[in-house]
């Protein structure tokens, strides 16, 4: 006779027990990465959209009026002759945030103001919430 062989309960649970603890530790850094990319892919976003502007600068010799927003960047406004686009390869793009990108004409430090909202959409914040590319160092503290 062979008596059947195989895991008891509480073995399980020891195995569950270890399962939950590696990754209570694993993940707080796995997500915390994940803000710190998100604020790398806005700024990276933000200089792709800044060359655009100065390459629609270049033709048509001034930025996208405030109206004219930075969808003219991929599709040609009415009364621009020299406008020599699309000036991206792609569709506009949101923040990582889902959130779009803000341009102001005139702007409060230059000829125009290009910036996220950060995470948490609204002006101002720290970390991860801080709004990017008026200026401003974003500082995480992980």
Not at 15 to 24: F, K, R
Not at 35 to 46: C, D, I, N, P, T
């Amino acid at each position: 006779m062979c008596k059947a062989k195989g895991f008891t309960l509480l073995e399980l649970l020891v195995v569950i027990v270890i399962i939950g603890l590696l990754a209570g530790y694993v993940a707080p850094r796995y997500f915390g990465q994940v803000g710190k990319s998100e604020v790398q892919v806005a700024r990276a976003q933000l200089d792709s959209l800044e060359k655009a502007l100065d390459q629609f600068r270049l033709d048509n010799r001034h930025y996208p009026t405030a109206e004219q927003g930075l969808d003219a960047l991929v599709n040609k406004p009415a009364g621009e002759a020299a406008w020599a686009g699309p000036y991206l390869k792609k569709a506009l793009p949101n923040d990582p945030w889902g959130h779009a990108y803000l341009y102001r004409v005139p702007g409060s430090r230059s000829e125009y103001d290009l910036y996220s909202l950060g995470r948490d959409g609204k002006p101002g914040g720290s970390g991860e919430d801080a709004d990017i590319g008026l200026d401003q160092q974003v500082t995480l503290n992980r």
